[in-house]
C-alpha cells in the first residue's frame, strides 16, 4: 500500500480557485490510478476526479468538470486538484485515494486514503 497526507484545504470565498496536493510515500507510485473524493458535512463521501497512472487519462464528476483539474507528478509522487470557480456547494473534506484500478468510482476499489483536508466556501 502508499500512504497518503493532503494537503492546501483551507476558508475561501466563493469564485477563487484553490490547489490541492497529495503527496505519496512509496516507491510504486506511479503504478496506481489515483482520485479525489469528498464528504460534504452530513452526506456521504462522493467522487470528484480521477486519474490514470501516466496522467494522460482523467474524468471527473458532473458537479466539477470544466471547473477542476486533476493531474499527478510521478517523480514527485504527488497529484494535485486545481479547483477553480468555487462555490459553497464544493464545501467538504477531500481525500486522496490509490487504486489499482483505473475507471472506478467505488469507494471500495481504493485500497488506500489519506486523511483528508478541508476545504470551506463561503458565499
Known amino acids: 500500500q502508499v500512504q497518503l497526507v493532503e494537503s492546501g484545504g483551507g476558508l475561501v470565498q466563493a469564485g477563487v480557485s484553490l490547489r490541492l496536493s497529495c503527496a505519496a510515500s512509496g516507491r510504486t507510485f506511479s503504478t496506481y490510478a489515483m482520485a479525489w473524493f469528498r464528504q460534504a458535512p452530513g452526506k456521504e463521501r462522493e467522487f470528484v476526479a480521477a486519474i490514470n497512472w501516466s496522467g494522460r487519462s482523467t474524468y471527473y464528476a458532473t458537479s466539477v468538470k470544466d471547473r477542476f483539474t486533476i493531474s499527478r507528478d510521478n517523480a514527485k509522487s504527488t497529484i494535485y486538484l486545481q479547483m477553480n470557480s468555487l462555490k459553497p456547494e464544493d464545501t467538504a473534506v477531500y481525500y486522496c485515494?490509490?487504486?489499482?484500478?483505473?475507471?472506478?468510482?467505488?469507494?471500495?476499489?481504493?485500497?488506500?486514503w489519506g486523511q483528508g483536508t478541508l476545504v470551506t466556501v463561503s458565499s
Open positions: 485515494a490509490a487504486s489499482f484500478k483505473y475507471g472506478s468510482e467505488s469507494e471500495g476499489d481504493f485500497g488506500s
